[in-house]
C-alpha cells in the first residue's frame, strides 16, 4: 500500500516549524506504532541532524542525490539510509541538504523520486520544507501531500506579507491555495500576551482549518542541546503536547480504527473528545 505524505510549512522562517513537524511524527509513531518517516527538506538551512545530537550524518538528502538523479531510490534503500534511534521508536529520519551551495540544483524529478520512495518505505511520511516556494522540495512537497500544514504565530510579521506573497501567490501558481491548508498556531506558552488571535490569523491567511499548538519554553532548550528525541520520549506529557496537531491528523488517516483495537483506553477518550470540539 502507498504510505501517506503531510507536509509542513512555516508563514516565515525560524519560527518553530520543524519543532512543530518532528514533534508530530514522533507522537504519530508513538500512537500508533506504525513506521513514520520524516524527511528534512529545507534546502538551505537543515537542521534537525543538531537537534538530535548527530554531529555528522551518515547519510543526508545531498548523499542520496546521485541515486535521486538517476532514479534508483526506493523504498527499501530509503529504509536503510533513515537514521533511528532507541528513543525514536518507529521513527526514522532523512537528514537535510548539508551542500548548501547545491540547493538549486534540486529538480522536481528529484524531489518526486525521493516521495515515492518515501511513501513506499513508511505508512506516513512528514515533509518539513521551507516557507520559500523558490525551490523544488517546497513546490513539490505541497502539491504531493495528502495534508497540507501552515505555522504561524500571532506576530503580524509572521504571518501577514510572507504568507499573501509565497503561500497566496506562488502557491497558487502550483494549483496549492490557502484554504486547503491546516493552519498551526504556536503558542510557547500560556502567560504570553499580546499578538493576533486566531480568528484574526485566519481571516488573514484564509486558512479554514485551525488548531493552536502550546508549547512549553523547555522544549526549545533541548534543541540546542540536540535532545530532542531524548526529551520526547522521556516522558509522555512531553509528546502528548503535539496532540492538537497529531490528533488531527490521526483522524484524517482514518486510523482510529486501528488505534481501538490496542489497550490505551485514554486515548480513546481523547480522540473522542478531539472529534467532538471539531
Not at 545530537?53 to 542525490?65: I, N
Not at 520526547?232 to 492538537?244: N, T
Request: net charge positive; proline share 3%; charged share 25%.
Amino acid at each position: 500500500m502507498t504510505g501517506k505524505l503531510a507536509a509542513f510549512a512555516g508563514s516565515t522562517p525560524n519560527i518553530g516549524t520543524s519543532l512543530a513537524a518532528f514533534g508530530t511524527a514522533y507522537r504519530v509513531a508513538a500512537l500508533t506504532g506504525r513506521s513514520v518517516g520524516y524527511l528534512c527538506l529545507n534546502l538551505k538551512s537543515a537542521k534537525t541532524h543538531l537537534y538530535l545530537g548527530v554531529d555528522k550524518p551518515e547519510v543526508t538528502l545531498d548523499g542520496v542525490r546521485p541515486e535521486l538523479r538517476a532514479g534508483t531510490l526506493n523504498g527499501d534503500k530509503l529504509r536503510q539510509y533513515a537514521y533511528r534511534s532507541p528513543a525514536l521508536g518507529g521513527l526514522r529520519v532523512l537528514f537535510g541538504n548539508m551542500a548548501r551551495e547545491q540547493a538549486e540544483y534540486y529538480e522536481p524529478e528529484d524531489i518526486r523520486c525521493l516521495l515515492a520512495a518515501s511513501r513506499e518505505a513508511f505508512d506516513l511520511t512528514i515533509a518539513d520544507v521551507s516557507a520559500y516556494w523558490d525551490n523544488a522540495a517546497t513546490v513539490c512537497a505541497m502539491r504531493e501531500a495528502d495534508d497540507r500544514f501552515l505555522v504561524t504565530t500571532g506576530s503580524l510579521s509572521h504571518f501577514q506579507e510572507d504568507v499573501h506573497r509565497w503561500t497566496g501567490q506562488v502557491g497558487s501558481l502550483f494549483g496549492v491555495t490557502p484554504e486547503q491548508f491546516r493552519l498551526v498556531m504556536l503558542q510557547r506558552n500560556q502567560k504570553t500576551t499580546g499578538g493576533y488571535g486566531m480568528k484574526e490569523i485566519r481571516k488573514e491567511t484564509g486558512c479554514a482549518e485551525f488548531t493552536e499548538l502550546r508549547l512549553l519554553e523547555s522544549v526549545h532548550l533541548q534543541l540546542d542541546s540536540g535532545r530532542l528525541d531524548e526529551w520526547l520520549a522521556e516522558q509522555e506529557s512531553h509528546s502528548a503536547a503535539f496532540d492538537d496537531v497529531a490528533v488531527p491528523l490521526l483522524r484524517r488517516l482514518d486510523w482510529q480504527a486501528r488505534l481501538r483495537k490496542t489497550d490505551r483506553p485514554w486515548l480513546r477518550r481523547l480522540l473522542k473528545h478531539r472529534q467532538s470540539r471539531s
